[in-house]
């Protein structure tokens, strides 16, 4: 099975920007969930989407959105971009059950000038 | 509210002896627990979880935990410690009671020294 698949890899973009970051979780899972990681905050929950609803969210500001597609694909906007939004974007993917691991792509680096 | 704590930023450890990375979680029931470790410029990739059963977890490399519950531990060990096991280490936690999201440590680097 192929993995967690995440585009683009690297992006750089200036403050006041938006960026969309997608997300192809393993075939069959349902829910996809978000982190962003930097080296002060550490990973940080951003929200997870199961068939296509919002079923949690992190302690962010609502310049960061998501959404999921049909075939579990995801996507992640961030508005209005900050410098302190640089960071690694991860997702992970999993059936949606509370027991089940969650496996991460490899992330999105996005920089923010 | 959940949480978890990795007590430790790094550790030290020669190639060839034994490791371990200690967590430390708080949870209102029983806890689900997991083990990723992270490369440099990787995703997380899974080493183990606990979820019931057996306190002694095998994971993948050769790794194991030990859920302890009377200390709220799950202290992830290897009898003998590579070079290529110098990573980025997270612990992380879900609350079985309050399961809306997996809860991650502050992250524990290893450094396995020839």
């Known amino acids: 099975k192929a993995g967690v698949t995440q585009t683009p890899r690297y992006l750089i973009k200036t403050r006041g920007q938006q960026v969309t970051l997608s997300c192809s979780p393993i075939s069959g899972h349902r829910s996809v969930s978000w982190y962003q990681q930097t080296p002060g905050q550490g990973l940080q929950f951003l929200f997870e989407?199961?068939?296509?609803?919002?079923?949690n969210k992190g302690n962010f500001p609502g310049r960061f959105s998501g959404r999921q597609f049909s075939n579990s694909r995801s996507e992640m906007n961030v508005s209005t971009l900050e410098l302190g939004d640089s960071a690694l974007y991860l997702c992970a993917s999993s059936t949606g059950q509370f027991t089940d691991t969650q496996y991460f792509g490899p992330g999105t680096r996005l920089t923010v000038l | 509210a959940q949480s978890v704590a990795q007590p430790e930023d790094q550790v030290n450890v020669a190639e060839g002896n034994p490791l371990t990375v200690k967590c430390t979680y708080s949870v209102s029931g029983n806890p689900y627990l997991f083990w990723y470790v992270q490369y440099p410029n990787r995703g997380l990739q899974f080493l183990l979880k606990?979820?019931?059963?057996?306190?002694l977890v095998k994971g993948s490399y050769g790794f194991e935990a030990e859920f302890n519950k009377s200390q709220t531990s799950f202290h992830l060990k290897k009898p003998s410690a590579l070079v290529s096991d110098s990573a980025l280490y997270f612990c992380?936690?879900?609350?079985?009671?309050?399961?809306?999201?997996?809860?991650f440590g502050t992250g524990t680097r290893l450094q396995v020294f020839p």
């Open positions: 992380a936690v879900r609350d079985p009671v309050n399961t809306d999201k997996l809860i």
């Open positions: 606990y979820i019931t059963g057996d306190n």
């Open positions: 989407y199961f068939s296509e609803t919002q079923r």
